[in-house]
């Protein structure tokens, strides 16, 4: 039921709800105003979204304002998170002054959109960031728990400082101990390095 609903709305927003605004940052480069953001939020990392763009002028009206038409002619976005960039491809939206970029955001943090060019002649040259994109576990309902997982990394730290106790105690009468000793110290002193291995693992999938 839940990727039915998500499909539903990525639907909805390709074929021009796109326009939607929610938490989108907006820049002043007189006489523009320049908004970015995401059409569907809050972004997810692994679901299909759209950077989502707005651009308008003043109208006639006086303290209003208007889409403009053809406003990536000569202007670029180049989509930017930590050292990665990539130029986007935009396309319009049906309502003037409204484009939108698809996109499948692979991490979540924090990602910044530039623009460099011009608008009917005037420069622009910006970056504006837009909306953090989060983990699934945002959508998640009911919410799973990490209990399990915890649990396990608990009782594995556990087993670690017991082998490693028993250890401790044999090393302190290693002068007197037989051969028979000696492998059992050998065999405890391989479980903790496989229990400390199965560890790091576990903590290496609870942070994927």
């Not at 997810?44 to 304002?65: A, H, L, M, Q």
């Not at 935009?90 to 011009?118: A, L």
């Not at 990490?146 to 250890?167: F, G, H, M």
Request: negative net charge; hydrophobic residues 40%.
């Amino acid at each position: 039921m839940k990727v039915l609903t998500l499909g539903l709305i990525g639907l909805l927003f390709s074929i021009g709800f796109v326009s939607q605004s929610f938490a989108h940052t907006t820049v002043e480069v007189e006489p523009y105003k320049i908004e970015a953001g995401w059409g569907l939020e809050p972004p997810v990392v692994g679901i299909r979204n759209d950077f989502v763009f707005k651009i308008t002028e003043p109208s006639d009206t006086p303290n209003s304002y208007k889409g403009v038409t053809n406003a990536f002619k000569n202007l670029e976005v180049t989509a930017m998170f930590g050292g990665a960039s990539k130029q986007i491809d935009i396309h319009s939206d049906p309502k003037i002054g409204y484009y939108f970029s698809p996109v499948i955001p692979t991490k979540t943090g924090t990602y910044t959109m530039y623009f460099k060019g011009e608008i009917n002649g005037v420069p622009i040259d910006v970056q504006i960031p837009v909306e953090d994109v989060e983990s699934t576990a945002i959508l998640d309902f009911p919410q799973t728990s990490d209990s399990s997982s915890d649990q396990d990394v608990t009782s594995l730290k556990n087993a670690i400082s017991s082998l490693q106790r028993e250890v401790s105690s044999m090393k302190d009468g290693s002068e007197s101990v037989d051969g028979g000793a000696a492998y059992d110290f050998a065999i405890f002193g391989l479980s903790i390095a496989a229990a400390a291995i199965i560890l790091a693992i576990i903590a290496l999938i609870k942070r994927k």
